[in-house]
């Protein structure tokens, strides 16, 4: 029963998702033309907006894309824990036990200073509404950014 639930929390997590062979076959076929065509290939995603010098200096309110992407994908990994814990960072660890890695991580300043400024609540409903004033110092998502959607038991 444990390593059930273990094996079990652990493909959620990480999000396993089934195979589509649709996909896969599309994807090859494109990557085929780009290849025919000398096309350059896609870029693989948005460019970071701040270097790990100025993040210190950055209020969450100043993240770009890169930044909020890398938010939206570790809370949902998150969301997926089943009963796995987060350990580092979190709103406590990344004050405590930063200091004690060789050297920072981008990803971790960026999570550590998205929870400390509010974590989740960003991605409340009630904190995207225009003027809301009892919320005036909730740092709220980009309004690009996805709603969080809650499918409660």
């Known amino acids: 029963r444990v390593k059930t639930q273990l094996v ?18 599309q994807a090859i076929r494109e990557e085929r033309t780009v290849q025919r065509e000398g096309l350059a290939p896609k870029a693989k995603g948005a460019q970071k907006s701040h270097t790990l ?11 770009g894309e890169a930044e909020w992407n890398m938010i939206v994908d570790t809370h949902d990994e998150y969301l997926r824990r089943g009963a796995f814990e987060r350990i580092f960072p979190t709103r406590d660890t990344a004050r405590l036990y930063g200091d ?7 990803s971790n300043v960026v ?14 409903s009630e904190n995207r509404v225009a003027g809301s004033p009892s919320q005036a110092d909730v740092v709220t998502a980009p309004s690009w950014v996805p709603r ?4 409660e038991a």
Not at 148 to 151: G, P, S, T
């Open 148 to 151: 969080l959607v809650r499918m």
């Open 100 to 106: 004690l890695f060789e050297a920072p991580r981008y």
């Open 53 to 63: 010098q100025s993040l210190s200096a950055t209020s969450v309110r100043d993240f």
């Open 8 to 25: 079990a929390d652990t493909l959620t997590m990480v999000g396993v998702r089934p195979f589509d062979h649709r996909a896969v076959s």
């Open 111 to 124: 999570l550590a200073k998205w929870l400390e400024a509010g974590g989740e609540a960003c991605f409340a």
